[in-house]
């Protein structure tokens, strides 16, 4: 039901003045893939609306999860505003919703010298995890039940050193709770091509883009603990954009867990199209 709303909300939706819409996919070892789809549509010069829709599943025994999504951004100078909602449905007795914010403060715009774009930003969101009791995990034991609150601080950093974009995220989690010992769940962190099915305790990622012409590449260095982990786990990824007449179509390789005997890899495809 909640999926034939959203695409036939991008059906519909007026895309005369500009808009964008993205659409990812991502595969891996035992049955595991992910989709990703946005439609960035540009209301006026300041106001940018973003809904989105994803999709998750971990194995071939496991079950599907999708997520429903809706963002709004809005700069009308130096100061950048985002608001955010989300919402899983149930899946396996699982289900989260979730409100954020955030802003970045632009400390140099648009220059012409090599530095420009710097920013530096705070974003915070809250999450609602619940589990109803009576399902099953993966090997037929019982997932326990529980209704947890997680509220997520964020730091944010971006800088052009021309021609090379750089973005930076860090985010630590506050639990109401001890966080149950699970796999199930729905964690989708910025920069990261895989998702995470653990509660985690906090990540740090760095992004870097260099535009070339005609396509753009792009490398990630990712920093994830989770929060019953020993220690933390990395991922690098990279991976280029193609850009013919309107449509970009991306090639991403993520190198999950390196340097642990669990290190794997992960190819992703993802394509823009965009409307003047």
């Not at 619940?130 to 039940?145: C, L, M, V």
């Not at 149950?180 to 883009?209: E, G, H, Q």
Request: aromatic share 18%; hydrophobic share 40%.
């Amino acid at each position: 039901m909640f999926k034939k709303i959203f695409f036939l909300f991008l059906i519909l939706f007026p895309a005369g003045l500009s808009a964008q819409i993205v659409v990812s996919g991502v595969t891996g070892d035992s049955g595991f893939v992910a989709v990703r789809g946005a439609l960035y549509y540009k209301a006026n010069e300041d106001l940018t609306i973003i809904p989105m829709y994803s999709y998750y599943k971990n194995t071939d025994e496991s079950p599907s999860i999708n997520g429903f999504g809706l963002r709004a951004e809005y700069q009308p100078g130096r100061i950048a505003w985002g608001v955010e909602g989300g919402y899983v449905p149930p899946s396996n007795g699982y289900l989260n919703y979730s409100a954020g914010a955030d802003a970045k403060y632009y400390i140099i715009g648009r220059t012409h010298e090599l530095v420009e774009m710097l920013y530096a930003g705070l974003g915070a969101t809250f999450i609602r995890h619940e589990q109803r009791p009576g399902f099953p995990d993966i090997f037929g034991n019982t997932i326990p039940d529980y209704t947890l609150n997680e509220t997520r601080a964020s730091l944010l950093a971006g800088v052009t050193v021309k021609p090379v974009l750089i973005s930076s995220v860090f985010s630590k989690s506050f639990f109401s709770q001890t966080p149950p010992v699970v796999s199930n769940i729905w964690i989708d962190t910025p920069y990261f091509v895989t998702i995470n099915s653990s509660f985690l305790d906090y990540f740090w990622n760095t992004y870097a883009v260099l535009p070339l012409d005609p396509f753009d590449v792009h490398g990630a260095y990712s920093l994830a603990k989770d929060y019953w982990g020993g220690s933390p786990y990395q991922s690098a990824s990279f991976g280029a954009t193609i850009k013919v007449m309107g449509i970009a179509w991306t090639g991403n390789v993520e190198f999950r867990d390196l340097g642990t005997s669990n290190a794997r890899t992960y190819y992703s495809l993802s394509g823009n199209l965009y409307f003047p």
